[in-house]
């Protein structure tokens, strides 16, 4: 499976700030994905990382609050932008593999942001 | 559109003992289905998955679970629980096409000594 860290690990930021989480991966993958973790919630899928072209968002996740970028096949951030409290949570991001279990997701440790 | 129910929270076993989680899923295609753990502060680990194979899944750490299309179910257990299974466990379920997952709720299994 492939390797993916994240950066930064953790993140203390105050309100109306923006924060950009990278993730980056040590092999070639199709596909790239960002999820959110509220506090003792599930994860929620924010957007679909296209390489070279938008992101694709669900439902209630808007680009000007998480601008996402896909370069390369290895390499995505995700900003998170005006920060509140609201934002505070766990973002992971996932792959699937270029090659091999291509059906299957593999995440990040994930970031975890605190919002005051 | 897909979804996912994990019945129970949380769940408390004995050491020793069964585990038993429940999914349940929705889903207008044939489903790809996936249990995720997550021990605290750490990111998701894949325990095992059905992808229209063998309906019996065996995964990491001793875990299976097998897919009922009758029941539209894809529950995890393992026959003996240790200290070590305590975390979060997610049941999650994706189309052929789409690959973007959709998550249940999750489930906190504890486990007494």
């Known amino acids: 499976s492939a390797v993916i860290s994240q950066k930064p690990s953790r993140d203390i930021c105050q309100r109306g700030t923006s924060l950009t989480i990278q993730c980056q991966v040590d092999s070639q993958v199709t596909m790239m994905f960002w999820y959110r973790q509220q506090p003792g919630q599930s994860l929620t899928l924010i957007a679909t990382?296209?390489?070279?072209?938008?992101?694709?968002?669900e439902s209630g996740f808007v680009i000007d609050k998480f601008p996402i970028s896909r370069p390369n096949l290895t390499f995505s951030t995700l900003t998170v932008s005006n920060m509140s409290p609201e934002d505070s949570s766990i973002y992971l991001c996932?792959?699937?593999?270029?090659?091999?279990?291509?059906?299957?997701?593999?995440f990040g440790p994930g970031t975890r942001l605190l919002v005051l | 559109a897909q979804s996912v129910t994990q019945l129970g929270s949380h769940v408390s076993v004995s050491e020793g003992a069964l585990v038993l989680l429940r999914c349940n899923y929705s889903s207008s295609v044939p489903p790809y289905l996936f249990w995720y753990v997550q021990y605290p502060n750490q990111g998701l680990q894949l325990l095992l998955k059905?992808?229209?194979?063998?309906?019996l899944v065996k995964g990491i750490n001793g875990f299976e679970a097998e897919f009922k299309k009758s029941e539209t179910s894809f529950h995890l257990t393992k026959p003996s629980a240790h200290m070590s299974d305590a975390a979060e466990y997610f049941c999650a379920v994706s189309d052929t096409g789409r690959r973007a997952l959709t998550f249940g709720s999750g489930t906190r299994l504890q486990v007494q000594p």
């Open positions: 990382a296209n390489q070279g072209s938008e992101a694709t968002y």
């Open positions: 996932s792959v699937t593999p270029a090659h091999g279990n291509q059906e299957t997701q593999y």
């Open positions: 059905y992808t229209s194979a063998a309906t």
